[in-house]
């Protein structure tokens, strides 16, 4: 059975930095789509990067493009989400997501973790 963990989520002051990590466990991650959402108060969960767990590649939305950078260590099956110059509308609670393959969409989700940044 997947699980995705996260954690190192907190408060932090405008312009600060955050790292969120992402355990995973359960099944071999070589070939899936790993992501992650987030959800502010009173709005939609949203899109904020997916990195391909066996290319490397990465996808970004707009709004953190530049800011966060998302990254995996095999080894440890951990994906991170390193976040900079957090800005008050980052506030949310993060979610990571994994998808078996492009076409699946995201089948397993964690917990979240609450980022919250003050101005």
């Known amino acids: 059975q997947v699980q995705l963990v996260e954690s190192g989520g907190g408060l932090v002051q405008a312009g600060g930095s955050l790292r969120l990590s992402c355990a995973a466990s359960?099944?071999?991650?070589?070939?899936?789509?790993m992501g992650w959402f987030r959800r502010a108060p009173g709005k939609d969960r949203e899109f904020v990067a997916r990195?391909?767990?066996?290319?490397?590649?990465?996808r970004y939305a707009d709004s953190v493009k530049g800011r966060f950078t998302i990254s995996r260590d095999n080894a440890k099956n951990t994906l991170y989400l390193q976040m900079s110059s957090l800005k008050p509308e980052d506030t949310a609670v993060y979610y990571c997501?994994?998808?078996?393959?492009?076409?699946?969409?995201?089948?397993?989700w964690g917990q979240g973790t609450q980022v919250t940044v003050s101005s």
């Open positions: 359960g099944r071999t991650f070589s070939n899936y789509i």
């Open positions: 997501a994994a998808a078996a393959s492009a076409g699946s969409g995201y089948g397993f």
């Open positions: 990195i391909m767990w066996s290319t490397d590649s990465a």
